[in-house]
């Protein structure tokens, strides 16, 4: 299983990017999704995640500028990132809980880090 990311670069303060997450591989199913950041010298941050259901959560610093969405059908996850800040500028990781059998366990998988550059 492998999970690839997707859309990162650099932009101005107030642009917008769109963050794709591809799973592939032997997947049997895909339950909650979630990107991740970790800046400079910080720890890594969950930014946002979505269960398998839709429903999602956004930790605080980003609620009503990224909206976190999936397409089960492609095995993909995206994260629209508007209104963007400096303080945005981070890697940025996705991340997938799959089973690769019916009776496989629940394992976590992370995709490679995304930059995301925002500048003022």
């Known amino acids: 299983v492998q999970l690839q990311a997707s859309g990162g670069g650099a932009v101005q303060a107030g642009g917008s990017l769109r963050l794709s997450c591809v799973a592939s591989?032997?997947?049997?199913?895909?339950?909650?999704m979630g990107w991740y950041r970790q800046a400079p010298g910080k720890q890594r941050e969950l930014v946002a995640r979505?269960?398998?259901?839709?429903?999602?959560d956004y930790v605080d610093s980003v609620r009503g500028r990224f909206t976190i969405s999936r397409d089960n059908a492609k095995n993909t996850g995206y994260l629209e990132m508007n209104s963007l800040k400096p303080e945005d500028t981070a890697a940025y990781y996705c991340?997938?809980?799959?089973?690769?059998?019916?009776?496989?366990?629940?394992?976590?998988?992370w995709g490679q880090g995304t930059l995301v550059t925002v500048s003022s």
């Open positions: 991340h997938a809980e799959i089973k690769r059998s019916r009776y496989d366990l629940r394992r976590g998988y």
């Open positions: 979505i269960t398998t259901g839709g429903s999602t």
């Open positions: 591989g032997n997947i049997f199913s895909i339950y909650d």
